[in-house]
């Protein structure tokens, strides 16, 4: 069973960036598809963006993309976002994700973290 626990959640302006990090425990990390997702106040929960277990290869939603970018530490057993150009709408929790196997649903997912951009 894996454990997934975000941070780095916070309250910003828009314009401003903000990481957040999620680190993995209880699974070979290394394996793992890892994603983000979000839910905003009142919407379904939506895709952000996945990394796959190299880290070669990234997707992202079209509504972040070129302001969002995902990465991974393997050795740290810690996946990143990177939050650039933050817009009010990007409000949201949001939830770190991993799948065993890719392509297919996550398995395991976070708590979330927090964020609110105010205009």
């Known amino acids: 069973q894996v454990q997934l626990v975000e941070s780095g959640g916070g309250l910003v302006q828009a314009g401003d960036s903000l990481r957040l990090s999620c680190t993995a425990s209880?699974?070979?990390?290394?394996?793992?598809?890892m994603g983000w997702f979000r839910q905003a106040p009142g919407k379904e929960r939506e895709f952000v963006t996945t990394?796959?277990?190299?880290?070669?290869?990234?997707y992202y939603a079209d509504s972040v993309k070129g302001r969002f970018t995902i990465s991974r530490d393997n050795a740290k057993n810690t996946v990143y976002l990177q939050m650039n150009s933050l817009k009010p709408e990007d409000t949201a929790v949001y939830y770190c994700?991993?799948?065993?196997?890719?392509?297919?649903?996550?398995?395991?997912w976070g708590e979330g973290t927090l964020v609110t951009v105010s205009s």
């Open positions: 209880g699974g070979t990390f290394s394996r793992l598809t």
């Open positions: 990394i796959n277990w190299s880290g070669g290869s990234t």
């Open positions: 994700a991993a799948a065993r196997f890719a392509p297919g649903p996550m398995d395991y």
